[in-house]
């Protein structure tokens, strides 16, 4: 009723935007979507949970209001629609209700992907013809339900430049901006240990630590949608704390499977594809050089790119940015390896890619490099100094490419270029 009479600043009507009104640090989050559309179509945002959907979601509507007056957008909470059926019954009660003469109609849809069989309702009304006036403003934390969910839909999301974007973490240039002034020295340390959540981001910058609640919601959040899809809460748990010990080591599935007691490798990839659905896993095949070409029959690689996951489930039980300092060696080398997958797949999620998750690594036989960006473009992260001295084989290797070294130095030879991780993550 509210917004139908124009009424945006009402309490309680935005819960999330209300709590940020007294946030001492509010982000702006940029994930490749700039204004909304005035043209009718189907927009699907998904992303990870506790990264700050459901605020975005609340601000769109607040403006929608603001700009295109009264009746000009409306919305609905998927966690309280059963399934396609009380989604059309919904959609079709905010349809007569729309202003005639409002230049925009916008129904705002949090977490679609809790309603059963959504894309069938969607689906019903786009055939139907009853939503041809109207942008649908979707948002979903199961991944692989709004890609399968928006294939159903060939041809109905409209003419929209772009009608499928990833909620990707608040940037560390975001951070800096907002956090740096009060962190000093530690504020990429801090960054590291928030894996960019603006909740976690807020709460590391004003107490110095990370809450138990953020890491319980983001677990509890994992466990929940391994029970949906019909697997072991134990057989995640020995997956989550193995790969927080060897993620950034080459594994083959069988091998994933038996280190975890797994009856297969089968078994395996179903837990690999769930994570990666959840967007907390990418996949780093192993690439051949002469070929251009990525090999997937190769044990793969499986870095985090939800930080925020792995340090819910990593063994050191990292809390403190202090914490960050006494890590063993190689579970810091991990960690940086980390950071900088989360980063290379949150621009190529901004930059619209359609699967930002897979990644490549390089392996020969006395050497290895972390991440091939391109054909003539990799990247070697090492979590302390470096020397050019160390990659003299490079050149030999790769004649006409570039190699970059995110570690603590900067330094230029041919082909190989230092940088700090700082540096790496202030790119963009």
Not at 271 to 288: G, H, K, N, Q, R
Not at 290 to 296: T, W
Not at 345 to 366: D, N, S, T
């Amino acid at each position: 009723m509210a917004l139908s009479q124009g009424i945006e600043d009402q309490d309680g009507l935005f819960p999330h935007l209300d709590d940020l009104r007294s946030a001492p640090y509010v982000f702006k989050m940029d994930f490749g979507l700039g204004e909304l559309p005035e043209a009718p179509g189907v927009l699907l945002i998904r992303g990870a949970r506790q990264y700050g959907k459901s605020t975005w979601l609340e601000g769109q509507i607040r403006d929608t209001v603001k700009r295109h007056g009264p009746g000009s957008a409306y919305y609905l909470n998927g966690d309280e629609i059963p399934d396609s059926e009380g989604l059309v019954e919904a959609m079709r009660a905010l349809t007569p209700i729309f202003k005639p003469g409002a230049r925009v109609h916008r129904i705002f849809i949090d977490e679609i992907t809790a309603i059963r069989d959504w894309q069938k309702g969607l689906k019903q009304l786009l055939d139907a013809g009853e939503l041809r006036r109207t942008l649908v403003v979707t948002t979903g934390s199961k991944a692989t339900d709004l890609r399968r969910g928006g294939e159903r839909l060939p041809g109905r999301k409209g003419r929209l430049d772009r009608t499928a974007y990833l909620f990707t973490p608040v940037s560390y240039c975001e951070f800096k901006r907002v956090c740096g002034g009060a962190l000093q020295e530690k504020t990429l340390p801090a960054y590291v240990l928030s894996g960019g959540s603006p909740v976690a981001c807020a709460q590391l910058a004003q107490e110095g630590r990370l809450p138990e609640f953020v890491l319980e919601m983001t677990r509890d959040w994992v466990y929940g949608e391994c029970a949906a899809a019909g697997r072991s809460r134990h057989s995640l748990l020995a997956i989550m704390e193995y790969l927080a010990r060897h993620g950034s080591s080459p594994l083959s599935q069988a091998g994933l499977a038996r280190e975890t007691g797994l009856a297969n490798n089968t078994v395996a990839a179903g837990y690999i594809e769930l994570l990666s659905d959840l967007l907390c896993l990418a996949t780093a095949y192993s690439w051949d050089s002469s070929r251009r070409m990525r090999l997937p029959r190769r044990p793969c690689k499986y870095p985090f790119i939800n930080l925020l996951a792995a340090v819910a489930w990593h063994p050191e039980k990292i809390r403190r940015i202090d914490d960050l300092e006494t890590l063993p060696p190689a579970a810091k080398g991990s960690l940086h390896e980390w950071v900088v997958a989360q980063e290379i797949w949150r621009r190529r999620a901004k930059a619209g890619e359609e699967m930002p998750e897979v990644l490549a690594f390089w392996q020969g036989k006395h050497n290895e490099l972390d991440f091939v960006l391109g054909d003539d473009e990799l990247l070697e992260v090492k979590a302390g100094g470096a020397s050019p001295l160390e990659f003299s084989w490079f050149p030999r290797t790769f004649p006409k490419a570039r190699l970059k070294v995110v570690n603590l130095r900067r330094f230029e030879a041919q082909q190989v270029t230092g940088v700090t991780l700082e540096d790496f993550l202030l790119e963009e």
